[in-house]
Structures are given as structure tokens and as C-alpha cells.
């Protein structure tokens, strides 16, 4: 079943307009007609089953039947990721939105190439993965934001998973708090009923700084983790964070 | 430090010849000079450094110095996968070398498309990806094989994860035994010093036919999992699968 995100209040007997994008991809692409059924979600009011009431070359009129599911929260996990390269960039953005994470914010750090990234297009990138997944939502994707200033910003009770690349060198060149990284699954806390709001930070291909890991290390918010003993691309490291944060913490237990 | 993956003998003073492609990627994309430092590994003899000790326009001659890894062996972890998308495959494959596995399967079922796979590109991916993320071996690409005629002639001795997109659905159409599959860290045995023999087998994007479910879960070697409450793609659902796998049983612990 087509799923659609939109913007509007659902509730019974709700007229829904779709954007001409929206309205081109369900009557030109999926080809539907007037009559025919797809589910409508707005992050707000669960997800309702819809017909295409009116159709035709302007766009089309969308009539909403009954709430299918009532809306409901995903736990308040964050990916924060270095920008990387545009594919994948938008990979990751895909990916976090898969494994329902309800905010993706871009961080600029001292190794990061890039200082910009095309935000509206990730933000369509998490919506389409959104319909995609079955989510009743979809992640906020925020615009670049510097490291340091973001750190200096955080928010209390929230923790911070760091995924410390050097993590498990012995060697590492930080001469930050001594001790190895611990692998993911052993650094969460045990599970409660209330899953605690955490941020999953990745870095740049390049790896930080020897400063950004001093002082990552050094934050009392912070779990520093591995990812096991071989080099991962950020897309893989971003993936793998998410779904053991998930396996362990959150809704997938 | 760049790392190739070479099939000769390494050993103290060994001359290695770089293939063609090799050759052009050391000499024109790295710009190596002659005398300047490389890593090789064959997947037998451990890492070796070894110099560039001649280069022309025909290719280069390399010769090792001193071995800086002795040879490890990899969990004995396979990762099946049904024939996607060309995109999508090349990904996971990937992706199957960055998380440490040891050979990729590729399975057609009733619900897969494509009929054919390029082998050989895809086991030139996952040299590439072996040589970046750091592993002294490459994973074993296997060609297309019928799932039932795989699942016919079972190794003894190896489990099969079998992530089942429906196994959360308790309304779900197969009528095999009955029973919810379990979160993945939650289905996996204690873990050992001995790793075991497993293999995750991920499905076709249309999911698994429920005569093939069926099967798969009458089959005393199988462990049906889930993936969470999402619907995730196949590159999503293989990576964050031996995540898990290497977390739980795997050299992440």
C-alpha cells in the first residue's frame, strides 16, 4: 500500500490536497485512479487509510476513511554525522530514517571537507524513506552546525554515544581520560521502560582531531564506543551505531 | 598507508608484480614513487610492508620487507542474500567485507528477480572494500544458486539467521510453526570462545514466498529473527544483521 507524508491535520472525512509532486507520483508513477486506496501520515495523527476522491490534470483530491494506526513516538535517538560526501550523505539520511531516528543533524568538524550540504534535498531523502519504512513520522534533518558550538549547546540528560574510530588503539594519539572505547553493546546502561533521550555521533572519513577526541572524551555526557576492529565508512558506521543502539536501548528489543 | 591485496606467496624479499590495474593505481592514482612504502596480503601470509622497488611505463615491481600482521582468520560468518537491484548488491557486498564476513552467497528464491549477477564485479568490490577497511582477507563471492537446492545440501554444523520480514506480523500468512521470530541479540546462544558456523540469509525485496518461509522455519538449523518494527531494505537489513552478529557472537565483542 502507497504510503504519503503530509503536511496537513488528519482526522475523518479530512480533504487532503497533495503537492503536484505528490499528486505526479501517485497518478503518472503509481498510476492510481479516483476510488483507489493509500495511507496518509502527518507525524501527528497516526495514519489514516485515504480514497482518491477527484483526479485529473492538475493534481488530485484525497478523502481520508479511517485511522489504520494511532500515532505513536519513537524513542528520542539522534544521529549527529560529520558531513561527508553527498552519496553518501544521503544514504546515511536514508538509512537513519529506517531505523527511526527522529533527528539527523550535520556537524562540521576540523577534519570535515565539506561546510555546507543541500538540506531541503536531505530532508525529502528522510521523508520518502519515512513513507518507505512504515513510520508514522519523519526524522527533522538540521542544517550544519560546528562541533564545538554544538557541544557547548547540550541539552541536559541527554547522552552522547561517540564513536571514537581510534577507540581501540592502545596507541591512539588523544591523550585524553586513559582507557579504551567499549564495544557498543556493553556501554549501554541497562534498559529501562524509558529509553532516555541519546545522540549517536559519526565522524568524518577523516577521523577527529586529536583535540575534538580530548575533549569528546573528556564531556561527562559522553560514552565513547568502538565499532569493532576494522575501518568502516561513515554510511556503515552511522548504520551499525543505529541498529545496536536499537537492538539494545530501544524498539527493537 | 595503502593496502593492497595481491595472490602471490608473501614472505621476506618476496617480488610481487602488481596486475595492470593495480600498477595504474599505485603509480598514477596514489602517485607512488619507487622506494616509497605499501601494505599487500593475500588472505594466507598476513600483512607485509613492502617498497616500490622499480616502476615504468609497463607497471611496477614491489618487494616485501617485514611482515606487520600475522594472518588472522575471520569468524566463519556468510552472509546469503537474495538477488537484488545491481546497486543495491554492490553495496551490500561492500559492506559484507567491511562487517567481517567470510564468504557472500548470492540465492535466488520464488520472488526474485533478476536471474543473474555480475561475479566477477562483485568480487572485485569486495577486494577493494577489504583492502580499505583493513582485513588480511577477501570475501568469497559465490555465484547464484537456487535457495531450495541450497538449503538441500546444508553444511552440518552451520546455522542459518534467517531474517524473516514477517516474523514480527502475528497475523502473517505462513502456516509453519507457529511462534513470533525473536529479536536478533535475544535468539543468539551464549557466546563462546568458539565463534560456530553461521550463515544470515536476507530475503528479496518482495520478501520470502510462504512456502519459502514455511520451509525455513520447519528447518531444525534456523533461527528466525527480526529486524524491528520498520521495514528495512535489503542493504539495511544485511548490514544491520552482521552488526548484531558481530556484537553478539562475533570479534566486535
Known amino acids: 500500500m502507497i504510503r504519503l507524508h503530509v503536511t496537513e491535520a488528519l482526522g475523518p472525512e479530512a480533504e487532503i490536497v497533495p503537492d503536484a509532486g505528490q499528486a505526479h507520483y501517485l497518478l503518472n508513477v503509481m498510476r492510481l485512479k479516483p476510488g483507489e486506496a493509500l495511507l496518509l501520515f502527518n507525524g501527528r495523527d497516526g495514519e489514516w487509510r485515504a480514497l482518491i476522491e477527484a483526479a485529473g490534470k492538475r493534481g488530485c483530491r484525497l478523502r481520508t476513511l479511517e485511522q489504520t494506526r494511532p500515532q505513536s513516538s519513537p524513542p528520542d535517538l539522534e544521529l549527529a554525522v560529520a558531513l561527508v560526501k553527498r552519496a553518501r550523505l544521503e544514504t546515511i539520511v536514508e538509512k537513519a530514517a529506517e531505523l527511526g531516528c ?30 518507505q519504512t512504515g513510520r508514522l513520522d519523519v526524522p527533522e534533518v538540521c542544517g550544519p552546525m560546528k562541533l564545538e558550538k554544538w557541544l557547548d549547546a547540550w541539552e541536559p540528560d541527554r547522552r552522547l554515544m561517540f564513536c571514537d574510530e581510534a577507540g581501540d588503539d592502545p596507541d591512539a594519539e588523544w591523550g585524553g581520560p586513559a582507557g579504551r572505547a567499549t564495544p557498543v553493546l556493553q556501554s549501554l546502561p541497562s534498559p529501562s521502560n524509558e529509553w532516555g533521550a541519546w545522540t549517536i555521533l559519526i565522524g568524518p572519513e577523516g577521523g577527529f582531531d ?44
Chains 1, 2 share one sequence.
Not at 577526541?213 to 552511522?238: C, Y
Not at 551499525?240 to 536499537?246: G, R
Request: charged fraction near 25%; hydrophobic fraction near 45%; proline fraction near 5%.
Open 102 to 131: 527522529r533527528r539527523v543533524r550535520l556537524v562540521i568538524t576540523r577534519r570535515t571537507n565539506a561546510d555546507h550540504a543541500k538540506v531541503e534535498r536531505l530532508q525529502a531523502i528522510a521523508t520518502e524513506a519515512s513513507e
Open 210 to 253: 586529536p583535540a575534538e577526541r580530548n575533549r569528546l572524551r573528556s564531556l561527562p555526557f559522553v560514552t565513547p564506543v568502538t565499532l569493532g576492529p576494522r575501518i568502516l565508512r561513515a554510511d556503515t558506521a552511522a548504520i551499525s551505531a543505529l541498529t545496536l543502539w536499537q537492538a539494545g536501548l530501544g524498539d527493537w528489543r
